[in-house]
């Protein structure tokens, strides 16, 4: 197999897709406090933590408040959020993930999981996908948003990878800048219009196999 001794995979957009439910409880929050939220304004907050996504979305719309409403206002987002996740199950996994990350696991490489949700791990379990984890890094545990490659430094130490052997799947394209300045390869999930950065982009992992790391 080729070096790679670790993937790291991001959650929202690679393995589930998350980001049609993010965009339906920040659209309640900007509709209530009176202005609109677009799905392409939704593209730049992929990978962003929830209160920088907050601030970005009240930037937008021009409007200025306490600290303490924005910690209240996230909070708020996040309820309506859980709504959707709550209905979540196995069927929403993105098509061939469980078969790639299967094989991923039984080659004997590290298989981590870097995301910038705090929900990670309720998401995981919902969909029965926690089990394939060596290590789970989420917003939980980071200090620092995509670009910085906090998540991803972290993933890779926890089990004990150095970073130039891991591989980062990523559909933010802040996502694959912090796996860069990580010095990790990455693979754009999605289009290569928007993720031309990354060292391959690919649709989706139906069909993948594993020999596809060889070729990184
Ligand atoms: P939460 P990822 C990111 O997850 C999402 O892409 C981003 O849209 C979201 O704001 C962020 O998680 C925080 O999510 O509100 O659940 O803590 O793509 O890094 O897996
Ligand atoms: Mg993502």
Known sequence: MSEIKACIFDLDGVIVDTAKYHFLAWRKLANELGFDFSEEQNEMLK???????????LEL??????????????????????IFVNQ???KEI?????????????????????????????????????????VIIDGTKT??????????????????????????????????????????KTVGIGKSDVLGAADRVIPGFEGLELEFLQTL
């Open 47 to 57: 990978g962003v933590s929830r209160i920088e996504s907050l601030r970005l979305i």
């Open 61 to 82: 719309g021009g409007v200025s408040m306490s600290e303490e409403d924005i910690q209240l206002l996230a909070a708020k987002k996040n309820e309506d959020y859980l």
């Open 88 to 90: 979540m199950d196995e």
């Open 94 to 134: 993105l098509p061939g993930v469980v078969s790639f990350l299967e094989q991923v696991r039984a080659s004997g490489m590290k298989v981590v999981l870097g995301s910038a949700s705090k929900n990670a791990e309720r998401i995981l379990k919902q969909i029965n996908l926690i089990d394939i984890f060596d």
């Open 143 to 184: 200090s620092r948003s995509k670009p910085d490659p906090q998540v991803f430094i972290m993933g890779a130490e926890a089990v004990s990878i150095p970073n130039e052997h891991c591989v980062v799947f990523e559909d933010a394209p802040k996502g694959v800048q912090a796996a860069q300045a990580a010095g990790m």
